[in-house]
């Protein structure tokens, strides 16, 4: 039995494709299994992408589902999780490392040509393939596939025998469970990060786009992270700014990060004056929808 606090729970995943009708079309799906090597309980999650935000958003949806984080994960060397070498020698992909920190757990690249390094829960992995079977009907939508998973997934556990307790895979795992560590608030996934220096300006580069930061983290460095449809900006643990991400516009301000109390380092940027005011509402409405009035306003600070 695994130390408590998951020090010895070891888990592997794999990535299998397969080809399947989702909403009425050929569809290339990525199964992500997981499965814990001591009770052999897996976490199947399916997910139509393999790029790192998916492989991230699988081990997030695996861990839920097995209500813990293991100590280590003895990955394949795949690029999402090793982008040179292979094994201990092997580089982590730095975006893969960084959410490993934070979950906290350790990574452990298998050895290649090593098969009796991950052998038996390979086996256990070539059984649940035959669990579930995308390929066998079409399926409404990925959440449609991924509860009727759950559901096989759930039954297979109660009639396989774990061969380390010798009671069902269900029996073992509810045994093993305590010993995970305990789920923290598990980090949103990402697939591009940088780090960078806030400027004199309360910007950072990133995407080929400036985002504001709060003005009292001015020469400060912090962690840009591109998720799904938004940039993430962290200062340690912390999120300090979120904006939309991809967006036509070029530089993407929040004027909050302007305002606030100063500090003794830190003095925020001084407030913009009526003209300023006035010629941000004109920037922030349509030409068609801008008021003649607002014009005149313009052409009177003009002429002070």
């Known amino acids: 039995m695994p ?3 998951g020090n010895d729970a070891l888990a592997q995943p794999r990535v ?9 079309r050929p569809v290339a799906l990525s199964a992500f299994a997981m499965m814990l090597s001591h009770s052999r309980m897996p976490a199947i999650r399916w997910a139509d992408s393999q790029n790192l935000a998916s492989w991230l958003g699988c081990h997030n949806r695996a861990f839920e589902s097995l209500g813990g984080i ?7 060397n795949c690029k999402t999780a090793v982008v040179h070498g292979a094994g201990p020698w092997g580089t982590l992909n730095e975006g893969y490392r960084r959410y490993a920190l934070t979950v906290r757990f350790h990574v452990d690249p298998c050895l290649p040509r090593e098969p009796r390094a991950k052998g038996k829960v390979e086996r256990g992995i070539r059984t649940l393939r035959g669990t579930i079977d995308p390929t066998s009907r079409p399926w409404e939508s990925l959440e449609e596939l991924q509860a009727e998973s759950d559901r096989r997934v759930a039954a297979s556990a109660q009639r396989r025998r774990c061969p ?36 004199a300006d309360c910007m950072v580069a990133f995407e080929a786009r400036q985002y504001s930061v709060p003005f009292r983290l001015v020469g400060e460095r912090v962690e840009v992270r591109g998720v799904h449809r938004r940039v993430q900006i962290l200062h340690g643990a912390e999120i300090v700014a979120e904006h939309p991400r991809g967006t036509d516009t070029r530089v993407v301000i929040d004027r909050r990060h302007y305002e606030g109390e100063g500090s003794a380092t830190h003095v925020p940027p001084m407030p913009l004056g009526r003209l300023g005011a006035v010629l941000e509402r004109l920037g922030e ?8 009035d607002l014009y005149g306003t313009v052409a ?5």
């Open 3 to 5: 130390a408590r606090g």
């Open 16 to 24: 299998f494709l397969i080809v399947a009708i989702v909403d009425g």
């Open 70 to 76: 293991p100590a280590v994960l003895r990955v394949d």
């Open 164 to 199: 380390a307790t010798g009671t069902s895979v269900a029996e073992a795992f509810a045994a093993e469970r305590p010993f995970l560590a305990p789920l923290p608030i598990l980090p949103e996934p990402f697939d591009t990060l940088a780090t960078r220096t806030v400027g």
């Open 285 to 292: 409405l349509p030409v068609e929808h801008r008021p003649a």
């Open 300 to 304: 009177e600070e003009l002429a002070r």
